[in-house]
């Protein structure tokens, strides 16, 4: 047991991180979500097209920390963070606090203001929302057996909002759903089924090149996918979308992926904020004039090497909870989560959850994007390159944790 304890709020991909790290210099961590398990985010999509199962992206977080003793897990959400105190409010009526308080609390959808957003369209953050979407989906799909009238008034129109990495894996993947798989169960809609996506900007996976913007949006149309660019989301209703131009569709499923901002709990802290309302934080991930306060992952502003801020992606939030300095993903690595997913055919993946996939014989979409475990880790490298990296890893936030716990009782930092 050390004398120091850690609150990380959130178990996502930099909270679990930073907790393993911490487990195995045995200092005490309590970990709260509001889930009692972690989810595998760029694998929602694939949730919510009934590819996958929910319990095939989700893991129970204390079985992760099973074998770690000094790791209390608990089950409540965080209300509100006190940084001065380092404690924090929770559902479960009880105040906690800690030496140290970690925040990895993630991103939520941001609608920018758009008014019926928040009440009317789906987004796609959490397990949760991906079975809201599935539900959804049928639904439709079942209203419409029963009331063909309803084609006539939108109700096979899917509107996925936002052209970024989201956007355009939930398009490809739920139209590639409903021109394969839906029609064993609802052969008489597949011809009326429609997928709209609707984007401000001009191009597709606008961070990406010009080669990827130009294949995005072909992929997307040769499967059927109606683009709406260069227009932005008016106003949305619980049977249609107004758009800038002037334009309507008429839908029953509107699919928020058109920007995110930190999650509530983090944002009302009182801290300055920066590009998409992402938490300013310092070099070693704390917050101004709390120096043991840690922002992690998508809710940080966090800045790489060359001063420029980080992509909020799932290695970038690992890194943040368990490496000295977060790395810009390389180019070919980025697209190796999201684009080149749209390029490869057949099934490439040897992770769990494509197997029982086909295992279950869900309805798949014939493994065309199949999204990989192993597409968020990059390519697999050599063991030699392996010890090399962890090497020079210098553990900034475990390291600087413990540092301070010696500083604390001999005086000075060894
Ligand atoms: C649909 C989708 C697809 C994606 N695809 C990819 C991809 O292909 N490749 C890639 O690299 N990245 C991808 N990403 C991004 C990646 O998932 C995120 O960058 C990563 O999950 C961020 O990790 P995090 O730990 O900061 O937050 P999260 O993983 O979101 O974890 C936050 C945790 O905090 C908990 N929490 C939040 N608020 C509270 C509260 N008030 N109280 C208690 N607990 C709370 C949540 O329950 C959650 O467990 C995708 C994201 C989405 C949404």
């Not at 487990?23 to 996958?52: C, G, W």
């Not at 977060?326 to 997913?341: E, N």
């Not at 040897?350 to 996939?357: A, G, I, S, W």
């Amino acid at each position: 047991m050390s004398d120091t304890t850690v609150l990380i709020v959130g178990g996502g991909f930099a909270g679990v991180a930073c907790a393993q790290l911490l487990a195995k210099h045995d200092v005490d961590v309590i970990m709260l979500d509001r889930n009692n398990y972690h989810q595998f985010q760029p694998m929602l999509y694939q949730v919510a097209t009934a590819q996958l199962a929910a319990d095939d992206i989700a893991r129970p977080l204390r079985g992760i920390f099973r074998h770690d003793k000094t790791v209390e897990v608990r089950h409540t959400a965080v209300t509100s963070i006190d940084l001065d105190a380092r404690s924090v409010t929770t559902t479960l009526g009880s105040g906690l606090s800690a030496d140290y308080l970690v925040t990895a609390v993630g991103a939520e959808a941001n609608y920018f203001g758009t008014p019926g957003a928040a009440e009317h369209s789906l987004p796609l953050y959490s397990v949760n929302d991906a079975e809201r979407l599935r539900t959804r989906i049928l639904e439709v799909l079942d209203a419409t057996i029963e009331r063909p009238e309803l084609i006539e008034m939108g109700a096979l129109n899917f509107v996925i909002v936002g052209g970024g990495p989201t956007g355009v894996e939930t398009a490809g993947a739920l139209a590639e759903a409903l021109r394969d798989a839906v029609p064993e169960g609802y052969q008489s809609l597949a011809q009326s089924a429609q997928v709209h996506l609707v984007d401000h900007g001009e191009v597709l996976l606008a961070p990406f090149s010009d080669k990827a913007h130009a294949y995005a949006a072909k992929r997307l149309q040769d499967d059927g996918v109606t683009l709406h660019l260069g227009v932005g989301v008016k106003e949305v209703f619980p049977d249609r979308v107004t758009l800038s131009d002037g334009d309507t569709i008429m839908t029953h499923a509107v699919i928020w992926g058109g920007g995110e901002k930190p999650a509530d709990v983090i944002a009302a802290a009182g801290l300055p904020q920066g590009h998409g309302g992402r938490i300013e934080v310092e070099q070693d991930l704390t917050v101004a004039d709390h120096p043991q306060v840690y922002v992690l992952g998508d809710a940080a502003n966090i800045a790489g090497a060359d001063g420029k801020t980080l992509p909020q992606l799932g290695s970038v939030a690992q890194q943040s909870g368990s490496l000295d300095r977060p790395q810009h993903p390389r180019r070919d690595r980025r697209q190796g989560t999201y684009a080149v997913r749209l390029q490869r055919q057949g099934h490439h993946g040897h992770d769990r959850p494509q197997r029982r996939r086909r295992r279950d014989g869900c309805a798949s979409a014939r493994g065309r994007w199949p999204g990989s475990v192993r597409g968020l880790a990059g390519r697999p490298r050599h063991a030699a390159q392996r010890r090399t990296e962890q090497d020079r890893r210098v553990h900034r936030l475990g390291l600087g944790l413990l540092q301070q716990e010696r500083r604390d009782s001999d005086g000075r930092c060894t």
